[in-house]
């Protein structure tokens, strides 16, 4: 069974940093690329980046030059690190796999950026 949960969700102020974590069972986690998607309120779940098994990355316009993405396959993690937050960054985010065609998510953690 596929299990992601993600933690390191906080009240930050504009400009803060912070490291959001998500630890993954059930799956072959080094062979899997990994995301982060964000979805606030009244919007669309969207995404914020990803990376594959090699250590790629990719990342969404908004957080390009503030956030960074990275794994630690001995530890089946994937972490993204968040610094220059703003407001619009306040959000509940997710940790997304797949595998067979699915798409498996975590139950995501609160991000709230404001001073």
């Known amino acids: 069974q596929v299990k992601l949960v993600e933690s390191g969700g906080a009240l930050v102020q504009p400009g803060g940093s912070l490291r959001l974590s998500c630890a993954a069972s059930g799956i072959n986690f080094k062979i899997h690329r990994m995301g982060w998607y964000r979805q606030a309120p009244g919007k669309q779940r969207e995404l914020v980046a990803t990376?594959?098994?090699?250590?790629?990355?990719n990342y969404a316009d908004a957080v390009k030059g503030r956030f960074a993405i990275s794994r630690d396959n001995s530890r089946n993690t994937v972490y993204l690190q968040m610094s220059g937050l703003k407001p619009e960054d306040t959000a509940v985010y997710f940790c997304?796999?797949?595998?067979?065609?699915?798409?498996?998510w975590g139950r995501g953690t609160q991000v709230a950026v404001s001073s």
């Open positions: 990376i594959t098994r090699d250590g790629s990355t």
């Open positions: 997304n796999t797949q595998r067979q065609g699915n798409d498996f």
